[in-house]
């Protein structure tokens, strides 16, 4: 399958600091990108979609002044967290997807995730 | 939106048994669905998927089964090894909304030797 990679995988912070995490699709161009958060021990939330060259469209409840996501690139998105506090400490998965015409291909390959600890 | 519920939370089986976790839909649209096994600390991996337009799948000692009337999936584990042992996840999409995927809350599967 196709790979995504995730950069860092784990990140200590200050409270107050901001951290960017990279999401990037190794091998295949990916059209659309997605942002999840993952508490302990509970399901993946999706935070925001990214579209190449357009807004992040975000859930609801999710700050997009706080969670600054650009996907500049086919292969590249990136996830900004703004004046992280302990309470965003989480485990931030993304996952990309290429959409294959109308065989309709929606797999998503998920990448390895990143901890993100804030004191 | 969509809603999928997942059950049970936790389920533990003696190696060898079966396994079945259930999800339940809410959006008729949606038509893709697959299932991720998630290891501690690392990425969702896809296990198997169904689309709307069959009823089950299998793959060796996975299968899957889809009542679209029903809404509801399931996931069946045969011949259960410790190396099962992890959290699953189900999850709907609806090509024809956003191609997002909604989760189901998990399932860790406890596989005693």
């Known amino acids: 399958g196709a790979v995504v990679s995730q950069h860092p995988s784990w990140v200590i912070c200050k409270s107050g600091t901001s951290v960017k995490i990279e999401c990037r699709s190794l091998?295949?161009?990916?059209?659309?990108m997605f942002w999840y958060r993952q508490f302990p021990k509970q399901s993946l939330m999706l935070m925001a979609t990214?579209?190449?060259?357009?807004?992040?469209?975000?859930e609801q409840g999710v700050e997009k002044d706080k969670f600054l996501i650009n996907h500049a690139s086919l292969t590249l998105s990136t996830l900004t967290v703004t004046s992280a506090h302990p309470e965003d400490s989480s485990f931030y998965i993304c996952?990309?997807?290429?959409?294959?015409?109308?065989?309709?291909?929606?797999?998503?390959?998920f990448g390895p995730g990143t901890r993100l600890t804030v004191l | 939106g969509e809603n999928v519920e997942q059950h049970p939370s936790t389920l533990s089986v003696q190696e060898g048994d079966s396994a079945v976790i259930k999800c339940t839909y809410s959006?008729?649209?949606?038509?893709?669905f697959p299932w991720y096994k998630q290891e501690l600390g690392k990425r969702p991996q896809l296990i198997i998927d169904?689309?709307?337009?069959?009823g089950e799948k299998k793959d060796q000692r996975i299968a899957v089964t889809l009542n679209k009337t029903a809404k509801h999936f399931s996931l069946h584990i045969t011949e259960t090894q410790p190396e099962d042992s992890a959290v699953y996840f189900c999850?709907?999409?609806?090509?024809?909304?956003?191609?997002?995927?909604?989760f189901g809350g998990g399932t860790r599967l406890m596989v005693k030797p």
């Open positions: 999850a709907a999409l609806n090509n024809n909304a956003g191609n997002m995927l909604t």
């Open positions: 996952s990309a997807r290429t959409y294959l015409g109308l065989a309709g291909n929606n797999e998503q390959f």
């Open positions: 091998d295949f161009q990916a059209t659309t």
């Open positions: 169904i689309r709307s337009n069959v």
């Open positions: 959006d008729s649209a949606s038509n893709y």
């Open positions: 990214s579209n190449e060259g357009s807004k992040a469209t975000y």
